[in-house]
């Protein structure tokens, strides 16, 4: 069928992603594989073509990174996940790193199949710090990564804050996230200009004479610094 989220954590739920694993490797046999990330090495347990098997503590569990995600959501169009549990509120670095993965994941279109202890809106109990609200996002983006709008999406790279999937699909909180973060992108691209090309403040309401005169000032100070500078040169010979 289309079910990509199985829940609970049972044998019959991962022996179901297993058989989803080998349909989709075809006749292809699925190895181990190795990808090279910024001079370190990542380990593929199970990959055949454009698909790739995990298990959370894979991931989760390992001294990986943001970049180590993106170069895995670069190189499957379709992950395969078991075993992802409920993070406890001191698993801070999971978070994070679950956080990160899921990330690289959708801003990739990757096709997503997961064995998982709950839903996703409950897979991590923390009620306060940056992860707790982060990890609303990923939840968000989790039950997305399920429709049959986002699984038609092509593999690659997308647009940073693009939300193509409009209207009922996405979560009221998730489309308020992506406004917010868009309005935060906006704000900070403009003060970034500001800084580059400070605004004429006040020059703009002086009347023509006033600016006249600004100007004259302007260009004798320049007149009076060349002829220092022709001065002293004709010292130095």
Same mark, same amino acid.
């Given at each position: 069928?289309?079910? =990509?989220?199985?829940?609970?954590?049972?044998?019959?739920?991962?022996?179901?992603?297993?058989?989803?694993?080998?349909?989709?490797?075809?006749?292809?046999?699925?190895?181990?594989?190795?990808?090279?990330?910024?001079?370190?090495?990542?380990?593929?347990?199970?990959?055949?073509?454009?698909?790739?098997?995990? !298990?959370?503590? !894979?991931?989760?569990?390992?001294?990986?990174?943001?970049?180590?995600?993106?170069?895995?959501?670069?190189?499957?169009? =379709?992950?395969?996940? =078991?075993?992802?549990?409920?993070?406890?509120?001191?698993?801070?670095?999971?978070?994070?790193?679950?956080?990160?993965?899921?990330?690289?994941?959708?801003?990739?279109?990757?096709?997503?199949?997961?064995?998982?202890?709950?839903?996703?809106?409950?897979?991590?109990?923390?009620?306060?710090?940056?992860?707790?609200?982060?990890? !609303?996002?990923?939840?968000?983006?989790?039950?997305?990564?399920?429709?049959?709008?986002?699984?038609?999406?092509?593999?690659?790279?997308?647009?940073?804050?693009?939300?193509?999937?409009?209207?009922?699909?996405?979560?009221?909180?998730?489309?308020?996230?992506?406004?917010?973060?868009?309005?935060?992108?906006?704000?900070?691209?403009?003060?970034?200009?500001?800084?580059?090309?400070?605004?004429?403040?006040?020059?703009?309401?002086?009347?023509?004479?006033?600016?006249?005169?600004?100007?004259?000032?302007?260009?004798?100070?320049?007149?009076?610094?060349?002829?220092?500078?022709?001065?002293?040169?004709?010292?130095?010979?």
């Amino acid at each position: 069928g289309n079910q =990509t989220w199985f829940t609970p954590l049972t044998s019959n739920h991962n022996q179901m992603l297993d058989d989803l694993f080998r349909s989709h490797c075809g006749d292809v046999n699925a190895t181990p594989q190795t990808l090279t990330v910024l001079g370190h090495a990542v380990h593929i347990p199970c990959a055949s073509g454009k698909t790739a098997w995990f !298990d959370y503590a !894979d991931l989760c569990r390992t001294a990986l990174g943001a970049n180590d995600f993106i170069m895995i959501a670069e190189q499957f169009d =379709t992950v395969f996940i =078991t075993n992802i549990p409920v993070i406890a509120a001191d698993q801070r670095n999971e978070a994070k790193r679950f956080i990160a993965l899921i990330d690289a994941l959708y801003d990739r279109s990757v096709k997503l199949y997961a064995t998982a202890a709950d839903q996703p809106q409950n897979l991590y109990h923390a009620d306060d710090g940056r992860e707790a609200f982060e990890f !609303d996002r990923t939840a968000s983006r989790l039950i997305e990564m399920q429709s049959e709008p986002y699984r038609a999406l092509p593999h690659g790279e997308r647009l940073v804050g693009a939300a193509p999937l409009r209207g009922a699909l996405r979560p009221a909180h998730d489309r308020q996230r992506d406004r917010a973060h868009g309005s935060r992108l906006a704000r900070g691209a403009a003060l970034v200009r500001r800084q580059r090309h400070p605004p004429r403040r006040h020059v703009q309401h002086q009347r023509l004479p006033d600016l006249l005169a600004v100007h004259a000032r302007h260009d004798a100070r320049v007149v009076a610094e060349e002829g220092r500078i022709c001065r002293q040169r004709r010292s130095w010979v």
